[in-house]
């Protein structure tokens, strides 16, 4: 397609649908605005973007298409901006953000404009922050949700659609406080959980001072979220308060109950616990992406030996391979560890694959 396409807020998810664009439509020009201009510089740099606009009044006014990517209350900031901006007639403007219901009520200034306004959440991140976290694969596979009103024009929706085809995400349209009710369930739960671990392992570590050094494996692939950006976070907590706190009264009559069958020793029932749980995640479709984001994990047995790590990541940097994440999984001295290795995509955890099994004779596999 070609157009004039303007990203507001030019961090993991702007840079990358930004990246997305320009891979999709070539002749597309894509204009960058963040309110930290340096970040504005840096997508320039990194060919994030084409040109970077000085302010949001002075890019919208060419605009065909607006992605404002900003944290959801710069969302809501940026949205009363918009109402007062010079905008093009035909101008479709979404945005990114976790949270839906709040900014669809804000955008509906525009909307009874007749401004074309579609919510957009791609389901789809880390917990870095950044330009120079960007990735034009970020969102493949990853369900992309649109918010759009009742009235919006099906045209509208599909020209939309198009602009965001290079994100090879799987869109769904939903009513804004459903999207919320899910998102508020799978995502945004799961982050004050994953805080609260930490503070309690934190406090705990003023009396225990090995704590923070034995803290791995489990505790860090449960709290990983917990190192996400905290201002994005708070916007998201806030504008989603009244679902989170439905399920923060449903969470404490759930810790209630696992204490009293602790208080009961009452074996079976804990061991049900874990075993409803385990069947319930298990059945989870592994292989695609959801807000939970899914990784493409590959097992490598591997001999504990100095410099087995580097001997594998070598053999990947050889054939360009990128992984996203590595890690020991119970190594002990002079028994096997258990290399795990996360891809982005499944292509990439496939040559993986073939350039270990040729170089090395480590037993791999997709599970463990
Ligand atoms: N991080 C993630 O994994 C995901 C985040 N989201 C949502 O996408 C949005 C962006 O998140 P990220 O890219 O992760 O954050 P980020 O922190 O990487 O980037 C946000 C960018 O917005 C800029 N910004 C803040 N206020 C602004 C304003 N008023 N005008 C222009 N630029 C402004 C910041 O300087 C920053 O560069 C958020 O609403 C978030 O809820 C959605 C899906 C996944
Ligand atoms: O890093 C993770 O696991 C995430 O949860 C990423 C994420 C953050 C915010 C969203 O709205 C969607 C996905």
Same mark, same amino acid.
Not at 165 to 191: K, M
């Given at each position: 397609?070609?157009?004039?396409?303007?990203?507001?807020?030019?961090?993991?998810?702007?840079?990358?649908?930004?990246?997305?664009?320009?891979?999709?439509?070539?002749? @597309?020009?894509?204009?960058?605005?963040?309110?930290?201009?340096? +970040?504005?510089?840096?997508?320039?740099?990194?060919?994030?973007?084409? #040109?970077?606009?000085?302010? =949001? &009044?002075?890019?919208?006014?060419?605009?065909?298409?607006?992605?404002?990517?900003?944290?959801?209350?710069?969302?809501?900031? %940026?949205?009363?901006?918009?109402?007062?901006?010079?905008?093009?007639?035909?101008?479709?403007?979404?945005?990114?953000?976790?949270?839906?219901?709040?900014?669809?009520?804000? !955008?509906?200034?525009?909307?009874?404009?007749?401004?074309? $306004? %579609?919510?957009?959440?791609?389901?789809?991140?880390?917990?870095?922050?950044?330009?120079? @976290?960007?990735?034009? *694969?970020?969102?493949?596979?990853?369900?992309?949700?649109?918010?759009?009103?009742?009235? #919006?024009?099906? +045209?509208?929706?599909?020209?939309?659609?198009?602009?965001?085809?290079?994100?090879?995400?799987?869109?769904? &349209?939903?009513?804004?406080?459903?999207?919320?009710?899910?998102?508020?369930?799978?995502?945004?739960?799961?982050?004050?959980?994953? !805080?609260?671990?930490?503070? +309690?392992?934190?406090?705990?570590?003023?009396?225990? #001072?090995?704590?923070?050094?034995?803290?791995?494996?489990?505790?860090?692939?449960?709290? *990983?979220? !917990?190192?996400?950006?905290?201002?994005?976070?708070?916007?998201?907590?806030?504008?989603?308060?009244?679902?989170?706190?439905?399920?923060?009264?449903?969470?404490?009559?759930?810790?209630?109950?696992?204490?009293?069958?602790?208080?009961?020793?009452?074996?079976?029932?804990?061991?049900?616990? $874990?075993?409803?749980?385990?069947?319930?995640?298990?059945?989870?479709? @592994?292989?695609?992406?959801?807000?939970?984001?899914?990784?493409?994990?590959?097992?490598?047995?591997?001999?504990?030996?100095?410099?087995?790590?580097?001997?594998?990541?070598?053999?990947?940097?050889?054939?360009?391979?990128?992984?996203?994440?590595?890690?020991?999984?119970?190594?002990?001295?002079?028994?096997?560890?258990?290399?795990? %290795?996360?891809?982005?995509?499944?292509?990439?955890?496939?040559?993986?694959?073939?350039? =270990?099994?040729?170089?090395?004779?480590?037993?791999?596999?997709? &599970?463990?």
């Amino acid at each position: 397609m070609k157009g004039n396409v303007l990203v507001i807020g030019l961090g993991l998810i702007g840079g990358s649908l930004a990246l997305s664009v320009k891979k999709a439509h070539p002749e @597309a020009k894509v204009t960058g605005f963040d309110i930290k201009h340096r +970040q504005a510089e840096l997508a320039k740099l990194l060919g994030v973007i084409d #040109e970077i606009s000085e302010t =949001i &009044e002075e890019g919208v006014v060419e605009a065909d298409l607006i992605i404002i990517s900003a944290p959801v209350r710069e969302t809501a900031r %940026i949205l009363k901006e918009l109402e007062s901006c010079s905008l093009k007639e035909s101008v479709i403007i979404t945005d990114t953000g976790s949270t839906k219901n709040e900014i669809a009520r804000l !955008a509906a200034p525009l909307t009874n404009k007749g401004i074309c $306004f %579609i919510g957009g959440h791609p389901m789809a991140g880390s917990h870095k922050s950044g330009i120079t @976290a960007a990735k034009e *694969r970020l969102f493949e596979n990853a369900f992309y949700i649109l918010t759009p009103g009742k009235a #919006e024009k099906a +045209q509208n929706i599909a020209v939309l659609k198009d602009w965001l085809l290079g994100t090879n995400a799987r869109f769904l &349209e939903l009513p804004p406080d459903e999207h919320d009710y899910l998102a508020g369930v799978i995502s945004h739960f799961p982050h004050i959980i994953a !805080a609260s671990i930490v503070h +309690q392992t934190e406090k705990l570590s003023g009396k225990y #001072e090995l704590l923070p050094r034995l803290a791995a494996g489990g505790f860090r692939d449960i709290t *990983r979220i !917990a190192s996400s950006s905290p201002e994005m976070w708070r916007d998201i907590l806030l504008h989603n308060k009244n679902v989170l706190l439905d399920l923060l009264t449903m969470w404490q009559k759930e810790m209630d109950y696992v204490k009293e069958l602790l208080e009961h020793t009452d074996e079976e029932a804990v061991a049900t616990y $874990f075993f409803k749980a385990k069947t319930f995640r298990d059945g989870l479709p @592994a292989n695609k992406k959801g807000a939970i984001p899914a990784f493409y994990d590959l097992f490598v047995d591997i001999p504990d030996y100095p410099g087995v790590i580097s001997e594998i990541t070598g053999y990947l940097a050889n054939e360009n391979i990128s992984i996203t994440n590595i890690r020991i999984i119970e190594s002990r001295e002079e028994i096997y560890g258990v290399l795990a %290795i996360s891809f982005q995509t499944s292509g990439d955890r496939d040559r993986a694959e073939k350039c =270990i099994r040729s170089c090395t004779p480590y037993p791999m596999s997709y &599970e463990i």
